[in-house]
């Protein structure tokens, strides 16, 4: 069974840049979770989908982040646009839903704003 | 807010030392988690616990879930240089949302 694939690996922009992140989930997956994960810390929730439906992203910063998952597969990360601050690794993880699943993570993108 | 304090922030051991560390919380958790992350890789999970005053061992790594559902540790027996990597918690709410420790950063010395 492959895992959760997430593209690009690596990103690096100039800031004021757009910047788009791509995660496939596991087969069966329901849910969906995007974090971000800055230098030294732990992973930090931005939005988690349920199917198609965004049903917690009230840590998304909505005035230069967006996310979809329209057909309750793979979803896509935005942030437009891209500043200094927003440098960290950007991971995907999915899980089969329902109150015990188990979370798995792709190998994240790592995203550097110049 | 909702946050998991992890201890220590960084371990440095020898060869074949036991290892253990743990996460509290002022919250309760559904589920508690224990991931392991490699550099440049994402987390990859270690121990699963469901059930409170679960006790889980997977190998030479065992985890609790403390009784209170506030708290959680996990045990390394014998370590070896491959283990050498940063240990997230994880507490998961009834509702799904996932939130994690700051890590605990796992040294060892041949």
């Known amino acids: 069974e492959a895992g959760v694939v997430q593209s690009p690996r690596y990103k690096i922009i100039e800031k004021k840049q757009p910047v788009a992140f791509w995660c496939n989930p596991i087969?069966?997956?329901?849910?969906l979770y995007w974090y971000r994960q800055n230098l030294g810390q732990g992973p930090e929730l931005l939005i988690r989908y349920e199917n198609e439906e965004a049903v917690d992203d009230s840590q998304l910063p909505k005035d230069r982040f967006s996310a979809e998952r329209l057909k309750g597969v793979d979803s896509t990360l935005k942030i437009q646009p891209a500043e200094l601050g927003d440098s960290a690794v950007y991971l995907c993880a999915s899980t089969r839903g329902g109150l015990t699943g188990e979370l798995f993570f792709g190998e994240g993108s790592r995203l550097t704003v110049l | 807010g909702q946050q998991l304090n992890q201890s220590p922030q960084s371990m440095f051991i020898q060869e074949g030392e036991d290892v253990s560390m743990n996460c509290t919380s002022s919250?309760?958790?559904?589920?508690w988690l224990w991931y392991k992350q490699d550099p440049g890789e994402g987390p990859v999970l270690l121990i699963a616990?469901?059930?409170?005053?679960e006790l889980t061992s997977n190998g030479r790594l065992t985890a609790q879930f403390g009784i209170t559902r506030k708290d959680s540790f996990l045990n390394i027996s014998a370590s070896i240089p491959s283990d050498v990597g940063i240990y997230f918690c994880?507490?998961?709410?009834?509702?799904?949302?996932?939130?994690f420790g700051q890590g605990t950063e796992l040294s060892v010395k041949p």
């Open positions: 919250s309760i958790f559904n589920t």
């Open positions: 087969s069966g997956h329901n849910t």
């Open positions: 994880a507490g998961r709410f009834q509702g799904g949302k996932l939130i």
């Open positions: 616990l469901y059930k409170a005053g």
